[in-house]
């Protein structure tokens, strides 16, 4: 008998987030038949192992000191340096002389070029401005911070006086740790997740698309996934009754997955990948992977649900599983739903979190 327990590498989680993340952990451990702990206490002593659920991707050096030896030790990854588990990873820099941390891979971004969006990476705000007066050329700019989540930390500059108040606003700390990735402007089409969770001898992979809704505030805001989930790896996911545009997301999200080998030491239970497709400012059509995700995200409460439905029923090959994110006084997740959060968050204020999963085609 073991342990799960949740893992703050980082303060400032929002209410919800922090309710999903202990929603999805009490799920695994009944999916290990481990007890639950809460979250993690160096001081507390335990009799069998530890299982952990991190709000982040794990460095090497802290995963070694908490006891993390593998996959199977967590619900999540573990990466060598830090700025590995950031979307900066997906594009070259944008100079042989450009700044760069410890560890940077010049293999990867050329190993993913042909599956990823065009752009590029930045550590200081030199390079940056160097990179986005290249971009410029072709149309707006985004700017993403490399540890921004769900569309935060973004901007667009239409223009160089836009380009230097964005730059401007950057906190040099951060970019030099995190670094900043630079693409063309698209108007999205559509935005597919492609991913593979492994957890006690289950494996499963999934694809689909993700929605947007309005916050409280009237700002864009995730709103949730439907996807199709399979028992296990991605070629069994390929063998499902998909579309053509799925069929390219994966085979984008597979690429990118198999390139992680050239950062030694990175291993990770849950894989997810954010695959956008849409056109920029000249109408040219663009479909790559934005970004990864080894670690608990918005499609773990599907991830996991999925898992629990396989483990009851051997025959099962596939489900669909619909993730909600729901805002408003008057949101109620619909009878039958698993219910991640429902309340008012401080931050956001009223929100409903839910999951439905249900057979899937010929499922069995």
Partial sequence: MGTVVTYAVDEGLTGHEVAARVAVARSLAALKEFDFGGGYDPALQHDGPLYFVPSETLSGEEAARL??????????GVV???????????????????????????AFPQRVHSVVLPG???FTRADALKAAQRLL?????????????????????????????ALEALDMAELA?????????????????????????????YCGTQKTTTDNNGQPAYGGSDLVIVRGDYAALLNAQLNTQLRMAIRQAMAFDAAAEEFPGLFASRRNYDVLSG??????????????SWRIGGASGPEVAALEAFRADPSLRAVRARSTEAYGEHAEPPRGARVHFSGVDPQVGPLVKY??????GTAH
């Fill in 120 to 122: 590029f990476a930045a």
């Fill in 177 to 205: 740790r995190c670094g900043l990735v630079l693409e063309p402007s698209l108007d999205e089409e559509a935005t597919y997740s492609v991913g593979q969770v492994r957890v006690d001898g289950l494996c499963a992979s």
């Fill in 80 to 106: 060598p340096y830090p700025f590995v588990g950031t979307k900066t990873i997906t594009h070259p820099l944008a100079s042989r002389d450009a700044e760069r941390p410890e560890g940077w891979s010049e």
């Fill in 137 to 165: 050329e072709q149309g707006p700019v985004r700017l993403k911070h490399g540890r921004g989540i769900g569309g935060k930390g973004q901007a667009v500059a239409k223009d160089t006086a836009e380009l230097a108040a």
């Fill in 279 to 292: 056109r920029d400012a000249r109408g040219r059509w663009h479909c790559g992977v934005l970004e990864q």
């Fill in 355 to 360: 999951t439905i999963v249900e057979p899937h």
């Fill in 67 to 76: 006891g993390i030896r593998g996959a199977d030790d967590l619900f999540g």
